[in-house]
């Protein structure tokens, strides 16, 4: 009986594990559908700014409330499924408590696991209270519609669930050590392990026969680790994806002042042409060598997922749709339809349906889509004031700024669709110097004028 559950597990493993392998490459080819982009430079900065904002949650704090409570559940979470190693052991080889030999130091680790595991509980039934009952507006935004609104209660509920079984499995187990039960209780008779939170459970399970312990013991550890397999998958489906893609996220994120936007390297070398007095305007332009022949003209700004930089596609996939950039949005703030937030959320769904068809296809089959009209609305793309907010407001380092001025440059230099009182004076700029529909000779003429 023994080696059949040994084979189950194993199974079970290989089959999770198996399926998170095969999502994270789906992911990582979407992402590459992007442009490239050169982001490894400074590399001591981006270390310093990673484990500052990723790991020491730098931005979360900001706000004290909901800040602390995400530190203590996102840690608490991350150190008590140190355990699973543990339980994987155990799963293989049919041990029990197989680092138990470690004596106080493990016992240690296990009682600090349970003062997590019940402050994990607290803070997610908090975050449950203000997400549900309380009326804050970052949780009742127009996107959040009905999969992302359950998508963040379904985790919720999954941290519950996994805290739960990891208590009732070790009150079951210590109980079972006390009543000296085969395979539980340890040779010298010592307990494997401290329990200051499980113990108080302890009279649930009084008068319950060793059998029934086990049963019990055995039904929370199988519903645990195969827990932790579906959490683990759900993740790819899930806004909690920034479990994994905070780090990489900020690493690769802008080191750059927010303000400063990145030029199109094709403009930029026009400039500094007609900058350059000893530019000859009429000689043809100079080939690089082993220059391949002329093909289509590269595109300006962004229509869809494809225009985008494999960083701002990172971006979409990290985001955690807390909302955080859309609060802070003054064109939100004052009734536009902008969100920043949505921009990002559009950004995925759309990379998604484009993955999607590369499943059924083997290769992007056009359908007929795009980012731009399809996702995001022009209206609110121009209703964005470039003030950066959004980008100091999110807690890992997401830019939909960024999104926002491709798929504006997209509009003025490939469709010239902007605004009419922008392209009034875009085109004055262009013909006259300036936003004003003046000729250049008459601009003094107001001097003279009585």
Not at 17 to 40: A, Q
Not at 64 to 70: F, R
Request: include cysteine; proline fraction near 4%.
């Amino acid at each position: 009986m023994q080696i059949l559950a040994q084979v189950a597990f194993i199974l079970a493993l290989a089959i999770g594990i198996g399926i998170f392998i095969r999502n994270i490459r789906r992911m990582i080819r979407n992402i590459n559908l992007g442009r490239e982009i050169d982001r490894t430079d400074n590399s001591s900065k981006r270390w310093k700014k990673m484990v500052k904002i990723a790991l020491g949650q730098y931005k979360m704090v900001r706000r004290p409330v909901s800040g602390i409570i995400h530190v203590i559940v996102y840690l608490g979470f991350i150190i008590i499924n140190i355990e699973v190693l543990e339980i994987i052991i155990d799963g293989i080889f049919g041990t029990h408590r197989v680092f138990s030999v470690a004596g106080a130091p493990y016992s240690f680790l296990i009682g600090a696991f349970e003062i997590l595991a019940f402050l994990v509980l607290v803070g997610v039934i908090i975050f449950w209270i203000r997400r549900n009952v309380l009326n804050i507006y970052r949780f009742k935004a127009r996107e959040l519609t009905e999969w992302p609104k359950n998508d963040a209660n379904y985790i919720l509920y999954f941290e519950m669930v996994l805290m739960s079984l990891f208590l009732i499995m070790n009150a079951a187990d210590y109980q079972l050590q006390l009543n000296l039960a085969p395979h539980y209780a340890m040779a010298s008779g010592e307990i494997a392990g401290a329990f200051p939170v499980s113990s108080f459970l302890l009279p649930l399970l009084d008068g319950f026969s060793d059998s029934t312990l086990i049963i019990i013991e055995r039904t929370a550890w199988w519903l645990h680790i195969l827990g932790i397999l579906f959490f683990l998958n759900y993740l790819y489906y899930s806004k909690h994806l920034h479990i994994l893609l905070a780090f990489p996220n900020v690493y690769f994120s802008k080191l750059k002042p927010k303000a400063e936007f990145d030029n199109i390297d094709a403009v930029t070398k026009e400039v500094q042409l007609m900058m350059d007095p000893n530019a000859d305007p009429f000689a043809a332009p100079a080939e690089a060598e082993g220059a391949e022949e002329e093909g289509e003209p590269e595109k300006f700004g962004a229509s869809d997922v494809f225009d985008l930089n494999r960083v701002q596609l990172l971006n979409a996939y990290t985001c955690t749709e807390c909302g955080r950039c859309t609060d802070q949005c003054p064109a939100n703030n004052t009734g536009k339809l902008l969100s920043p937030r949505k921009i990002m959320m559009d950004t995925r769904d759309r990379l998604e349906a484009v993955g999607e068809n590369i499943n059924k296809n083997g290769k992007f089959v056009d359908d007929g889509k795009q980012l731009l009209d399809d996702h995001i609305t022009r209206e609110e793309l121009w209703a964005c004031t470039t003030c950066q907010m959004c980008i100091e407001a999110c807690p890992v380092g997401i830019d939909p700024l960024s999104i926002i001025v491709e798929m504006r440059r997209y509009l003025m230099m490939e469709q010239s669709a902007g605004p009419a009182d922008l392209n009034n004076a875009m085109g004055n700029i262009e013909n006259n110097g300036a936003p004003w529909p003046y000729n250049q000779m008459d601009r003094l003429n107001w001097a003279t004028e009585n």
